[in-house]
């Protein structure tokens, strides 16, 4: 049940746009939409709609179970891709959902091979090319291309891998899995003439177009998540979360304030206790070293958070009336409150609990 005291605003409009933003970066790879883990927990319902509204036709889901969820929300002229690969017996569900299986190894290539109605489904390849992950190994790919009957009878129509150290531009491990990728794309795309190939995830497209291939997987930029700390790409906050005060009290000097005593203050200062803690995604990391924004002004975490609750210093707003501490929003990005929680942009988003009241800002 969500609560009253917090509301979380998803601007679907916003979604969209960084999209269409991303579509814009190269007239010649078709940008997809990776919505997995509930649309990194901001609501797969009602996003996966918003982007085929936009124009998104491929998108990318880890599981066969949010294959068969996403396919009954978006027309059928979609495609959608199995990140994850497929379990034992998930074969023929995944060909009746008309999903497109990401196969991982030899051994998830064969046992789609065997199953009824493979011929005519379609499937993906996903190489490793330096993640040490998933997809096929180095060995398993030497012995694809020694056997080229492998193939035979499997509709592969994309060759995939992932980049591991895309949000380091000067990492060498960028070039390492391009060059590979490159070679990867020459040996296979006289085999599989009718397969595209894609290597860019959100923070590859900061890389450059040489990186981009046929489709283009953003994620978290969908989301308005800087993937990279290299070139940015602008892109809109999609998320706006605000934590209902509670109660207001003076402390005076000397005081200390939430578990631990962690905090203790040299001066009488004005504390907001709001709604919302641990329990709904706000990391105990930020005990001490995070902030929010009241009325514009900047207000610092105090003390530990709690299960459900967060203190915040508010002694310099003007309005010591104030209902509402602003999380997330124009004042605060996803990457800058989890910055100080020490952690990245993927966590905080699908961490964000379900007690929120969750409003949605229709495109």
């Given at each position: 049940?969500?609560?009253?005291?917090?509301e979380?605003?998803?601007?679907?409009?916003?979604i969209?746009?960084?999209?269409?933003?991303?579509?814009?970066?190269?007239?010649?790879?078709?940008?997809?939409a990776v919505?997995?883990?509930?649309?990194?927990?901001?609501?797969?319902?009602?996003?996966a709609?918003?982007?085929?509204?936009?124009?998104?036709r491929?998108?990318?889901?880890?599981?066969?179970?949010?294959?068969?969820?996403?396919?009954?929300?978006i027309?059928?002229?979609?495609?959608?891709?199995?990140?994850?690969?497929?379990?034992?017996?998930?074969?023929?569900?995944?060909?009746?959902?008309?999903?497109?299986p990401?196969?991982?190894?030899?051994?998830?290539?064969?046992r789609?091979?065997?199953?009824?109605?493979?011929?005519?489904?379609?499937a993906?390849?996903?190489?490793?090319?330096?993640m040490?992950?998933?997809?096929?190994?180095?060995?398993?790919?030497?012995?694809?291309?020694?056997?080229?009957?492998?193939?035979?009878?499997?509709n592969?129509?994309?060759?995939?891998?992932?980049?591991?150290?895309?949000?380091e531009?000067?990492?060498?491990?960028?070039?390492?899995?391009?060059?590979r990728?490159?070679?990867?794309?020459?040996?296979l795309?006289?085999?599989?003439?009718?397969?595209?190939?894609?290597?860019?995830?959100?923070?590859?497209?900061?890389?450059?177009?040489?990186?981009?291939?046929?489709?283009?997987?953003?994620?978290?930029?969908?989301?308005?998540?800087?993937?990279?700390?290299?070139?940015?790409?602008?892109?809109?906050?999609?998320?706006?979360?605000?934590?209902?005060i509670?109660?207001?009290?003076?402390?005076?000097?000397?005081?200390?304030?939430?578990?631990?005593?962690?905090?203790?203050?040299d001066?009488?200062?004005?504390?907001?206790?709001?709604?919302?803690?641990?329990?709904?995604g706000?990391?105990?990391?930020?005990?001490?070293?995070?902030?929010?924004?009241?009325?514009g002004?900047?207000?610092?975490?105090?003390?530990?958070?709690?299960?459900?609750?967060?203190?915040?210093?508010?002694t310099?707003v003007?309005?010591?009336?104030?209902s509402?501490?602003?999380?997330?929003?124009?004042h605060q990005?996803?990457?800058?409150?989890?910055?100080?929680?020490?952690?990245?942009?993927?966590?905080?988003?699908?961490s964000?609990?379900?007690?929120?009241?969750?409003?949605?800002?229709?495109?």
């Open positions: 049940m969500s609560s009253p005291f917090c979380l605003k998803i601007n679907l409009g916003a969209a746009s960084n999209w269409r933003k991303l579509s814009k970066l190269s007239a010649s790879a078709e940008c997809a919505v997995k883990a509930d649309a990194y927990g901001l609501g797969v319902s009602r996003v709609p918003s982007l085929y509204g936009a124009g998104c491929v998108f990318f889901v880890a599981t066969v179970a949010e294959g068969q969820q996403l396919v009954s929300l027309p059928d002229d979609s495609r959608v891709f199995i990140l994850s690969g497929i379990y034992p017996g998930e074969e023929q569900a995944c060909i009746d959902a008309g999903l497109i990401v196969l991982l190894s030899l051994d998830m290539l064969l789609w091979k065997s199953c009824h109605g493979s011929r005519d489904a379609l993906a390849l996903k190489i490793d090319t330096g040490g992950r998933l997809g096929f190994s180095a060995e398993d790919y030497r012995q694809l291309l020694l056997s080229p009957n492998l193939l035979e009878g499997v592969i129509c994309l060759v995939l891998s992932h980049l591991a150290c895309a949000d531009p000067r990492h060498l491990l960028n070039q390492n899995q391009l060059q990728f490159a070679q990867i794309k020459s040996d795309a006289s085999r599989l003439p009718k397969a595209r190939f894609s290597l860019a995830n959100s923070a590859g497209l900061a890389l450059g177009d040489e990186f981009y291939f046929d489709i283009l997987r953003p994620g978290i930029a969908l989301y308005g998540g800087q993937a990279s700390v290299g070139k940015l790409i602008e892109l809109d906050h999609t998320v706006e979360l605000q934590l209902k509670i109660q207001t009290r003076r402390l005076v000097k000397g005081s200390s304030v939430g578990y631990g005593a962690t905090k203790i203050f001066r009488e200062r004005l504390i907001a206790t709001a709604a919302g803690g641990y329990a709904d706000i990391f105990r990391s930020l005990s001490n070293s995070g902030c929010g924004y009241c009325e002004f900047r207000v610092p975490i105090v003390g530990r958070v709690s299960m459900d609750s967060t203190m915040f210093d508010i310099d003007n309005n010591p009336a104030a509402y501490i602003e999380l997330l929003g124009a990005s996803i990457d800058g409150l989890a910055r100080d929680a020490n952690t990245i942009s993927y966590e905080l988003l699908t964000l609990g379900e007690r929120f009241k969750r409003t949605y800002i229709d495109a």
